[in-house]
């Protein structure tokens, strides 16, 4: 079993953070793609996401989508280490850490800057992504 990760290609808070979730999820459950890819897109239609409503991170797991702050809290509760401990602030209500959620990826170019294409993985961790071919 596995767990899907769209994020923001471009994006380099969101390529840091994909290293992060690797560094820290050594068994594989995590699997990616870039928002911006083919595979991205086809599923993000296959799985009713408007992407207009979100560009940052989308957690597709056990068929189910995951956007903004749930999505971060759910791939934090499968991380090693005192990671999943963040799960915890799902008691927190979404609208309050989506707002916050939201307000910190509005301005994560500003304060990450973005790259002019999707980042390439090393091939130490190719096999993590998704591919269309």
């Not at 239609?45 to 989308?58: F, P, Q």
Request: with cysteine; charged share 20%.
């Amino acid at each position: 079993m596995s767990a899907i990760i769209l994020f923001d290609g471009v994006c380099n808070f969101c390529n840091g953070s994909v290293n992060f979730i690797i560094d820290r999820d050594p068994a594989g459950y995590f699997k990616f793609a870039p928002l911006q890819s083919e595979i991205g897109e086809k599923l993000l239609k296959e799985n009713g996401v408007d992407k207009a409503l979100t560009d940052s991170v989308i957690l597709i797991e056990n068929g189910k989508v995951y956007t903004h702050s749930t999505a971060a809290l759910r791939i934090a509760a499968r991380l090693n280490g005192a990671w999943s401990h963040f799960r915890h602030l799902t008691v927190v209500p979404s609208f309050i850490r989506d707002g916050f959620y939201k307000l910190f990826a509005k301005y994560r170019y500003k304060m990450f800057g973005k790259q002019e294409a999707c980042m390439l993985p090393t091939p130490e961790v190719r096999a993590r992504f998704l591919a269309t071919n």
